[in-house]
Structure formats: C-alpha cells, structure tokens
C-alpha cells in the first residue's frame, strides 16, 4: 500500500494503522515522491490525500492500481474524484474503519478480477 498525504500526522496514523494489520506500507509527502514510489514500489493499493487533481491523474495514466482518495466533504470534489480516477473516496478527517472497510473492498474486488482474468 501506498500513503501519499502531506500531512504528516495523518500520513503516520495510517502508515502505523495498516502496518499493524500486516500491510506492507511505503509513503510519500508528495506527488513527486508518490510517483516514484509508484514505480518503486509497485503497490496493491494507493490512499491519496488531494491537493488538487495532478498526482490523481498521473497515477491513473501509469497504473490501474486501485486508489482511495482523502477529500473535502463536498458534491462537486466527491463527483470530481472518481470522474478524475478515483476507485472510492473517504472524507477528511478520515475514519479509519471506514477507510479500512474500502481498502478491503477494492483489494477483494482487485483479487476477484484477477482470478476471473487467469480463468
């Protein structure tokens, strides 16, 4: 899993969050940074805290890893993120057992297709 979120107490809760659930965990304060973790990395899943819609899109077009972003808790930026590449979204601040719910999701969701393509 990768964590890209400036912040750096919300980057360390989740990056201690989902470590301590057995996630492999790598994070970056930046899209920059994200980007080259990305590639480095080649993780299961992305959890994005947005500013602004750049690293989204940078992502999407390199990989179809599953993203979760972190927004503001309005229409427009809820319909932005997925039109913009986004597989779910969770409001800030977080609710961590909310955001676990969905990365179990898309991973299940994310494993189930896979299956379905080797068969």
Not at 88 to 107: G, H, M, N, Q, S
Request: hydrophobic share 45%.
């Amino acid at each position: 899993m990768l964590i890209v979120a400036r912040d750096r107490d919300t980057r360390e809760l989740l990056a201690r969050t989902f470590s301590s659930q057995g996630f492999q965990v790598v994070t970056a304060s930046d899209g920059v940074s994200g980007l080259f973790q990305l590639g480095l990395a080649q993780p299961d899943l992305v959890v994005l805290d947005l500013n602004g819609w750049e690293t989204l899109q940078r992502i999407r077009a390199l990989s179809a890893v599953p993203i979760i972003v972190l927004i503001e808790d309005n229409p427009k930026t809820r319909i932005e993120s997925l039109n913009r590449g986004a597989d779910y979204f969770v409001t800030k601040p977080p609710c961590i057992k909310e955001l676990d719910a969905k990365v179990r999701a898309l991973l299940r969701w994310d494993r189930t297709m896979l299956t379905e393509a080797i068969a």
